[in-house]
């Protein structure tokens, strides 16, 4: 029988690997667990889906859908590490906002700007949302190796809580003069958390478009192949999977 059931993962004691991988979408967790060996679902509830997958290498990993934004974020992974995850690495999707990041490059961040207030619940706005180093490094190192230079970024991040930002209080003038990279919503909560807890964390992002005039919008129709249904977005989160998946056999040691 199964113990100490999360209240919203549905998962126990025995479901859930020292390392993890979390994306938002529910959809890419059987995408990203089909990269692997061996994957199933292990828990299904209220939307968030967890699998559990081996890398070539043998090391099991747990695959776990957050949702959008930081709330449901926070949620995942305090049950993930109730459980003993001891490393997230988040698998997501980003805008551009540095003019050469654009649709189909990969960006992995440094660090983030905390413009969301669920990590004020672990440390104060000026504690710094950084990316564990020896992560970071493997990934941007990894994904190097799959896609040329230029579709290749490492910098930080705007992590924010609003997608569709009121013009008044738009702060894309002031990210774009300070060289911010990309724009997402969830990865400086989970640095935060990560840090304040003694456990590693990086992210690793698929760019669907620039906040400067290309981003991801409403379709005319079902056949756009814009935002995540360009083949340039498509090959780019197939591409930061495989980086994920090569960084976490380089550093466990597989």
Known sequence: MKKRIQPHLRVGEGDVEKVAIITGNPDRVPLIASKMKDGEEVARYRGLVTYRAYTPGGVPVTIAGTGMGTPTTAICIEELANLGVESFIRIGSCG?????????????????????????????????????????NALFDEISLLLPPDRVHRGVCWTTDVYYADE?????????????????????????FAQTRGLNAAS??????NLHGGQKAEQKDSSEKSGEQSPLMIEAIEKETLATVKAIDRITGA
């Open 168 to 192: 008044g209080s738009n702060k894309l003038d002031i990210w774009t003069r300070a060289k911010v990279k990309c724009v997402e919503m969830e990865s400086s909560l989970l640095f935060v």
């Open 204 to 209: 690793i992002l698929a760019v669907d478009g």
């Open 96 to 136: 551009g906002i540095d003019y050469p990041v654009t649709i189909g490059d990969v960006v992995v961040p440094t660090g983030c700007i905390r413009d969301e207030r669920t990590s004020l619940n672990y440390a104060p706005v000026e504690y710094p949302a950084v990316a564990t180093p020896v992560w970071q």
